[in-house]
C-alpha cells in the first residue's frame, strides 16, 4: 500500500523537475555539431543500404562483360580505357558488375555485422560484466582472471581462428567478432557495477527480497547503461573494421555477396588500370568510420558530464 | 624490486597455459582434418595419416604431447606445408617480421614523440591542430586502406621531386633493401604513431602545467632544457605502459602488409595457413604471438615500476 503511494510521490516530483538524464544528453548530443553531421552521414548510408534496390537499375550481382572495369563518365584522365556509360555512376569492377550497387551491398553487411557483433557483445558482456562485478571476492576474480588471458591476446588473431573454426560461415561471421568484442564492455560494467553495488537501493532490493539475477537485471544493469552506450557507438566501427579486414585478407565473406573489405582489397588489385575501384569503397568507409567517432565523442560528452 | 618482477613473471605463466588450452581443443573441434582433400582417400591411408600426426590417439594424450613438445620449442608440423615444421616456419619468417615490426615501431616512436611534443608546446594553434587531425585520421583509417593508396601514390604513379625519381618498389622484400622497406614500414607505423602522438601530446600537456616544471623555469633554465631534460621523461612515462598494446597493433597490422607487400614473415604464414585451414599452423602462430605479447607486457609493467618509484612503493 505505501509502496504504491510512494510510486505516485515520485511521478509528481519528476513531472515537475521536469529534465531527467536522457532528455539532457540528448540536448546536448544535438547541440554538438560533429556529432549530428556523423549522425546525418550515417542515416544517409543506412537508408541508401536498405534502399540500394531501388537506387539503381542494376543487379549487384549482374555481370557484363562489355563493362569491364570501366571508369565512371566523368572521371578525368587519359589513361582511362573505358567508360562504363548509363547509370554506372561509379564506374563497374572486374566482371563488369556496377560498382555503385556493390558498395550499397557492401554497406548491408558491413553495417549489419557490425549491428549484430554489437548486440552479441552487449548481451555476453553486459552480463558477464554485472554478473562478475555484483558476485565479488572468488567468482569475480576467476571471471576477470578469464578476460585478462583472452585480453592478452590481439583480438584479431582470436577473430581469425574462429572464422577457420566455423568454416567462414558467413552468419557465424557476427557471433566470431562479438564474442571477441565483449571483453572491454564486461571489464567497464564490472567496474560500474562494483561502484554502485553497495549503494542503497540495491540494499533496499535485497532487503525486500529480490532475488540475485533479478536485482542484477533490474537494479545493477539500468544503472549502467550510459558508459555502455558510450562504448557500443565505439564497437560497431571496431566491428566494421574488424570483419572488412578479415574479408580484405581472403577469410571473410564470398562472392558473390561482398563487404568494404572485400571491395577494397579488389580495389587493390586493379589500382593500376582502375583505381575508382579502389578509391570509391575507401571513402565509404572512411566516412562511416569517421561519422561513427565523431558520435561516440559526442555521446561521451553528452552522457558523462563530469568530464567537461 | 626483484619479488615484484617474479611475481609477475609467475603470474604470466598460468595465463599463456590457458590460452594454449583453450587455443589447442578449439582447434581440435573444428570441422576438417589435416588433408582434406576433394577425393576422398582410402580408409589405410587415412588411418596411416592420422597416425602420423597422432590423431588416433585420445585428445588428452595429444594435448600432452603437444605440451611436451611445446616445453621444447616444438610445435608440430605444419599439415599443409609438408616435411616443414611450425617451429621452422615461425624461426624462418621471425627475423622479417621482427625487421619489419621494429622498423616500424622505431618509426612510429620517434615520429610519434616529436609530433606530440610539438602539438603540446604548441597548444590549440594551428600546429596542435595539424597534429590532431593527422591523429585522429591515422586511428581512423585502417592500414589495408592506407597501404594500397601509399603504394599508388609512391609505386605506380611515381613521385619525382627537383628531377630525381621517388618512386619505391611496389612489393617483395629483397632480403630487406631500405628501398623495399620503406612503403611496408611507413604503413605499418602511421596508426601507432597517430596513436603516441596522442598520448604524448595528453601527457605533455598536463606535466607542462606541474609544479616541477614551473619551478624549473623559476630557475631560469633554458626552455629547450625544462621541456627536454625536466619534462620529456615524465610524460613519456605513460608511453611505457603503451608498448604491450602497441606491439600488438603491430602484429595486427602486419597481416595485412606482408600480405600486400608480399613479405616473407610470420603474418603471410598465418594468413596462408588460416586460408588453408593449416590448424597447426594457425595455433603455433598464435601461441607464439601470446607469449611474446604477454612476455612484452610483463617486461613494460617492470620497466614502468623500475621508471616510477610511486609503482613500487604503492605494493
Known amino acids: ?308 | 624490486m626483484l619479488g615484484f618482477a617474479l611475481r609477475r613473471l609467475f603470474g604470466a605463466i598460468p595465463t599463456l597455459l590457458i590460452i594454449v588450452t583453450i587455443s589447442f581443443f578449439v582447434m581440435r573441434v573444428a570441422p576438417g582434418g589435416p588433408f582434406d582433400t576433394q577425393r576422398r582417400l582410402p580408409p589405410e591411408i587415412e588411418r596411416n595419416v592420422a597416425a602420423a600426426y597422432h590423431l588416433d590417439r585420445p585428445l588428452y594424450e595429444q594435448y600432452f604431447h603437444y605440451l611436451d613438445g611445446l616445453v621444447h620449442f616444438d610445435l608440430g608440423p605444419s599439415y599443409r606445408i609438408k616435411d616443414f615444421s611450425v617451429s621452422r616456419l615461425i624461426a624462418e619468417g621471425l627475423p622479417v617480421s621482427a625487421q619489419l615490426g621494429l622498423s616500424a615501431m622505431a618509426l612510429a616512436l620517434v615520429f610519434g614523440i616529436g609530433f606530440g611534443v610539438v602539438a603540446a608546446l604548441r597548444q590549440n594553434r594551428a600546429a596542435d591542430y595539424a597534429v590532431m587531425s593527422f591523429a585522429t585520421a591515422g586511428i581512423a583509417i585502417p592500414t589495408f586502406v592506407t597501404a594500397p593508396v601509399l603504394t599508388l601514390v609512391f609505386g605506380v604513379w611515381g613521385v619525382r621531386l627537383f628531377g630525381v625519381d621517388l618512386s619505391l618498389p611496389v612489393g617483395g622484400w629483397n632480403n630487406g633493401a631500405l628501398a623495399n622497406m620503406i612503403l611496408p614500414v611507413t604503413v605499418l607505423a602511421l596508426p601507432e604513431m597517430a596513436i603516441i602522438a596522442r598520448l604524448v601530446r595528453g601527457s605533455m600537456v598536463e606535466v607542462l602545467r606541474t609544479n616541477f616544471v614551473r619551478t624549473a623555469r623559476a630557475k631560469g633554465l633554458p626552455y629547450s632544457r625544462v621541456v627536454l631534460r625536466h619534462a620529456l621523461p615524465a610524460a613519456l612515462l605513460p608511453l611505457v605502459s603503451y608498448l604491450g598494446p602497441a606491439f600488438a597493433g603491430l602484429l595486427t597490422g602486419s597481416l595485412v602488409v606482408e600480405r600486400i607487400f608480399g613479405i616473407p614473415g610470420i603474418g603471410r604464414y598465418f594468413v596462408e595457413g588460416a586460408i588453408g585451414r593449416d590448424y597447426t599452423l594457425v595455433l603455433g602462430v598464435v601461441i607464439f604471438y601470446a607469449a611474446f605479447i604477454i612476455i612484452l607486457n610483463l617486461v613494460a609493467d617492470i620497466l614502468y615500476a623500475v621508471l616510477d618509484p610511486r609503482v613500487r612503493f604503492a605494493r
Open chain 1, 1 to 308: 500500500m505505501s509502496a504504491a503511494f510512494d510510486d505516485t510521490a515520485l511521478d509528481v516530483a519528476f513531472d515537475v523537475s521536469g529534465r531527467s538524464l536522457w532528455v539532457d544528453a540528448r540536448r546536448r548530443l544535438l547541440a554538438n555539431k560533429a556529432a549530428v553531421a556523423g549522425m546525418a552521414v550515417l542515416v544517409a548510408i543506412a537508408l541508401a543500404a536498405i534502399f540500394a534496390p531501388l537506387l539503381s537499375p542494376y543487379a549487384y550481382d549482374s555481370i557484363d562483360y562489355s563493362v569491364i572495369s570501366c571508369a565512371p563518365d566523368w572521371w578525368p584522365g587519359h589513361t582511362v580505357l573505358c567508360h562504363a556509360g548509363g547509370a554506372h555512376w561509379l564506374g563497374t569492377d572486374a566482371v563488369g558488375r556496377d560498382l555503385f550497387i556493390r558498395i550499397l551491398y557492401g554497406a548491408r553487411v558491413s553495417l549489419a555485422v557490425g549491428v549484430a557483433a554489437t548486440i552479441v557483445s552487449l548481451v555476453l558482456g553486459v552480463s558477464y560484466g554485472a554478473i562478475a562485478g555484483f558476485a565479488g571476492r572468488r567468482l569475480d576474480g576467476l571471471m576477470m582472471r578469464f578476460v585478462d588471458v583472452l585480453y592478452s591476446l590481439p583480438y584479431i588473431f582470436l577473430v581469425i581462428v574462429l572464422m577457420v573454426i566455423f568454416n567462414r560461415n558467413f552468419y557465424l561471421t557476427f557471433v566470431a567478432i562479438g564474442a571477441v568484442e565483449w571483453l572491454t564492455m564486461a571489464r567497464i560494467v564490472r567496474g560500474d557495477t562494483i561502484s554502485i553495488r553497495h549503494r542503497e537501493f540495491i540494499e533496499a532490493a535485497r532487503a525486500a527480497g529480490v532475488g540475485r539475477f533479478a536485482t542484477i537485471g533490474r537494479h545493477v544493469v539500468p544503472n549502467v547503461v550510459s558508459p555502455v552506450v558510450v562504448y557500443m557507438s565505439l564497437t560497431i566501427p571496431n566491428v566494421i573494421l574488424a570483419e572488412s579486414f578479415v574479408s580484405f585478407l581472403g577469410l571473410g565473406i564470398q562472392e558473390p555477396l561482398t563487404s568494404w573489405g572485400v571491395l577494397i582489397s579488389q580495389g587493390a588489385d586493379q589500382m593500376e588500370s582502375a583505381p575508382w575501384l579502389l578509391v570509391f569503397p575507401s571513402l565509404f568507409m572512411a566516412a562511416t568510420l569517421f561519422a561513427f567517432n565523431f558520435i561516440g565523442d559526442g555521446l561521451r560528452d553528452a552522457l558523462d558530464p563530469k568530464d567537461r
